[in-house]
């Protein structure tokens, strides 16, 4: 079964950083084509590739083990702003596949 874990999210101070994971697994397409998206309460969901402006950089790995696919957001200088649940997403044989959700909170 297709399947997106996010982990890494959690409360930081402004001017901080995080690293987010995602694990894929189960048939998820190219490792490349994961994408990470945010919602911010009371907003609509949005690509974060949109919003990085030099502060967000991805990188990717495959575990050597059981050849999961690892997808990370790497986030630096956050502000109050980037306070918000990210979601990994990929696409598998059934479709779209979303993770359950990281949140992220960035104090001021």
């Known amino acids: 079964q297709a399947r997106l874990v996010e982990s890494g999210g959690g409360l930081v101070q402004a001017g901080g950083s995080l690293r987010l994971s995602c694990a894929a697994s189960?048939?998820?397409?190219?490792?490349?084509?994961i994408t990470w998206y945010r919602q911010a309460s009371g907003k609509q969901r949005e690509l974060v590739a949109a919003?990085?402006?030099?502060?967000f950089t991805i990188s990717t790995d495959i575990s050597r083990d059981n050849g999961t696919k690892m997808v990370y957001l790497i986030m630096e200088s956050l502000k109050p702003e980037d306070t918000a649940v990210y979601y990994c997403r990929g696409v598998a044989p059934t479709g779209v596949v979303w993770g359950q959700g990281t949140l992220v909170t960035v104090s001021s």
């Open positions: 189960g048939g998820i397409y190219g490792i490349n084509a």
């Open positions: 919003a990085m402006k030099g502060r």
